[in-house]
């Protein structure tokens, strides 16, 4: 039996799971088959992006499943080289041949490159496209609030979703603020730092022997309770199942805070702040 994962919608009424499984550096027929076992255990939100150039894994991965496409919930993401209007257009659809899909149910402009200034130009080009049938919900990731603020203004279309770093050393708690005030949903990369120290903290360790549940489990219910989706990756069928069994067990406030506290300034996994660091 697969696992029962809560919904979460968005400002454009899509409705989409509170977990999902992250897609970086899952490619080929190996890719394909640890994405078809996620989805057999109960996944049904799939984050992937032109720059993982697993869009073709994926697009197998739905093949080889047995749960309906529209079933699914499929993100993929615009690359910084590909900001202007007419390469974003042909980028969309060029994303969308690589799976051999009919839509993406999420587009997402992957970086706002600030200093290359063609993100709002990209964004209409989202907004197009979702008018053309080609997606069904539009958002970004790494957005600050001055990039978001301007995409609105210039345009007149909120992002549904911002997927940015956040982790227990990273915990973003002016932007998720700033999300929740103005009704776009904070989605999680890299939820699990990564697998970096995080998941040998003492701290996070003691609440999950309390609650009988392991790191980072605690830490995937911790981002659960925060408000944010999460999109843990593992190609690992184990560690897949105990992603997703979260809904059992809650923490309390103070657990919550011990978690929340462990944030640094330094906190990112690679230093990179999107008001300076671009990604093409
Ligand atoms: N928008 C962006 O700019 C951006 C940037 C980075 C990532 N992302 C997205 O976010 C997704 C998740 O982030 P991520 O892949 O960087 O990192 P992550 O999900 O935080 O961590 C993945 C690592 O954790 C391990 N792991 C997973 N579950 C575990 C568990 N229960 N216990 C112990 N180890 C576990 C995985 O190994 P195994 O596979 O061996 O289990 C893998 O090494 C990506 O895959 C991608 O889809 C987006």
Redesign the pocket.
């Known amino acids: 039996m697969s696992q029962w994962i809560p919904e979460v919608t968005l400002n454009d009424g899509l409705t989409l799971p509170a977990v999902g499984l ?4 899952l490619n080929g027929n190996e890719g394909a088959n640890a994405i078809r076992n996620a989805v057999r255990l109960g996944y049904r939100l799939i ?3 032109y720059n ?1 150039e697993n869009e073709g894994t994926v697009g197998e991965a739905i093949r080889r499943s047995s749960v309906p496409r529209q079933d699914l919930i499929v993100t993929s ?1 615009l690359p910084g080289r590909y900001q202007s209007y007419d390469k974003a257009v042909s980028t969309i659809q060029e994303s969308l041949y690589r799976a051999n899909l009919d839509y993406y149910d999420l587009y ?1 402009i ?2 706002p490159n600030p200093k290359q200034d063609t993100y709002v130009e990209a964004w209409e080009a989202l907004i197009d496209a979702k008018k053309w049938g080609l997606i069904r919900s539009i958002g970004v ?2 957005f600050l609030p001055e990039h978001l603020k301007r995409l609105e203004k210039e345009t007149g279309v909120k992002p549904s979703i911002n ?1 940015i ?1 956040l ?1 227990p050393f990273f915990n973003q708690e002016n932007q998720r603020k700033w999300h929740e005030e103005n009704n776009i949903i904070t989605e999680s ?7 970096n120290a995080v ?1 040998h903290n003492e701290a996070i360790q003691k609440i999950a022997e309390h609650h009988q549940k ?1 790191v ?2 605690v830490i995937l219910r911790w981002h659960y309770q925060l408000g944010a989706i999460t ?6 069928p184990k ?1 897949q199942l ?2 997703i069994s979260i809904f059992d067990f809650s923490l309390d406030e103070t657990e919550m805070g011990m978690i929340s506290e462990l944030t640094r300034p330094d906190g990112r996994l690679k230093n990179q702040d999107p008001a300076t660091y671009e990604e093409f």
Request: aromatic share 10%; glycine share 6%.
């Open positions: 992250g897609t970086y550096k984050d992937s992006a993982y993401k997402l992957h970086w990731c790494n997927q770093e982790h990369w890299s939820p699990l730092g990564r697998a998941l392991n980072a489990q999109i843990p990756k593992s190609a690992s560690r105990e992603n």
